[in-house]
């Protein structure tokens, strides 16, 4: 059973930093995309930023510039650092995976629960 484990979020004011981890029991991590993604209250969810198995990431508009992606294959992680947060990023934050689970090109994709990220004053 593949389990995504979100942590990291919190209550920061405007302006200020937060390191999101997913951590992921996911067999075939080093060559899944894992992404972050979002979802504020009254809004569909969106896609943060994503990072493929070789390292080529991919940011939302709204994030480029502010929020890095990384991965680490050996620990089975992936870390978003969000810095210049305004009260427009607060939703509940998501890590997905998505992986070829056979020759065939068939792709799964798994969601964790979600991580709560608040900027207010």
């Known amino acids: 059973q593949v389990q995504l484990v979100e942590s990291g979020g919190g209550l920061v004011q405007p302006g200020g930093s937060l390191r999101l981890s997913c951590a992921a029991s996911?067999?075939?991590?080093?060559?899944?995309?894992m992404g972050w993604y979002r979802q504020a209250p009254g809004k569909q969810r969106e896609l943060v930023a994503t990072?493929?198995?070789?390292?080529?990431?991919n940011y939302a508009g709204p994030v480029k510039g502010r929020f890095t992606i990384s991965r680490d294959n050996a620990k089975r992680t992936v870390d978003l650092q969000m810095n210049g947060l305004g009260p427009e990023d607060t939703a509940v934050y998501y890590c997905r995976s998505k992986a070829v689970v056979n020759v065939e090109g068939t792709w799964v994709e798994h969601w964790g629960r979600g991580t709560q990220v608040t900027v207010s004053s």
């Open positions: 996911l067999r075939l991590f080093s060559s899944a995309e």
């Open positions: 990072i493929t198995g070789d390292g080529a990431t």
